[in-house]
């Protein structure tokens, strides 16, 4: 059992690059989330998502964009990377609102 | 809004002994879940405890007991018999729960953590 699943670890971005950080789990949960970790503190909501069709913003979602086509897959597009956005991401699922929530192994991006 | 402040920055511990990491918290829902979660230097984050609102029982999970006080607002996670695995950064975290006519989506607000260096 893979649980939540994300690609890549590590990237470098230029300034004013695009990519797209891909999130999967494969636990059959309808919750999904992304946070940011900037060095040194705690975890803050940019977008989440309570099914296939349906996102919405977070506390900081300002320069992501998200789609969730399918129940397993929820990407973090980020659109002309600035330095701020270098930070960690986490992606995580939960099955319902009651439940803990299972984080992915992060992907570490550096904007320069 | 929900809010948690995690006032110490950094704790240390003598191994085999208890340590307790604070956690308070600011929030106008009527029914929450506090969490615990630890991030070794390896950056995954493990859940450790939860504890509902409206539970009773303070929860504890192995070693790990969630000292739950509501007048107060704490939500102190305790560690006995520290080891040194146990090195880590300590997250407190929470979120609203579903009540009548309402709405949740789960979402979880975070201290800012503190980092427990466990010494043998």
């Known amino acids: 059992n893979a649980g939540v699943t994300q690609t890549p670890k590590f990237r470098i971005l230029k300034i004013g690059q695009s990519m797209t950080l891909q999130c999967t789990q494969d636990m059959n949960h309808n919750y999904m989330y992304w946070y940011r970790q900037d060095p040194g503190m705690g975890l803050k909501l940019i977008y989440y998502s309570v099914g296939a069709g349906i996102t919405d913003k977070g506390e900081v979602p300002n320069g992501y964009n998200v789609s969730r086509s399918t129940t397993e897959d929820f990407p973090l597009r980020l659109e002309l990377a600035a330095p701020s956005q270098t930070s960690v991401y986490f992606c995580?699922?939960?099955?319902?609102?009651?439940?803990?929530?299972?984080f992915g192994p992060g992907t570490r991006l550096t904007v320069l | 809004a929900q809010k948690i402040t995690q006032t110490q920055p950094g704790m240390f511990v003598q191994e085999k002994e208890a340590v307790t990491l604070d956690c308070t918290y600011d929030?106008?829902?009527?029914?929450?879940?506090l969490f615990w979660y630890k991030q070794p230097s390896s950056g995954e984050m493990i859940f450790l405890i939860y504890?509902?609102?409206?539970?009773?029982q303070n929860a504890t999970e192995g070693r790990y007991s969630l000292n739950f006080q509501k007048a107060r607002k704490s939500a102190n996670l305790v560690i006995s018999a520290s080891q040194l695995g146990d090195s880590a950064m300590y997250f407190c975290?929470?979120?609203?729960?579903?009540?009548?006519?309402?709405?949740?989506?789960?979402?979880?607000?975070f201290g800012q953590g503190t980092i427990l260096t466990v010494h043998p």
């Open positions: 929030t106008s829902d009527p029914s929450y879940g």
């Open positions: 995580a699922s939960t099955a319902s609102v009651y439940n803990e929530q299972f």
């Open positions: 504890q509902g609102s409206y539970d009773q």
């Open positions: 975290a929470m979120r609203a729960l579903p009540n009548a006519g309402g709405t949740s989506y789960g979402k979880l607000t």
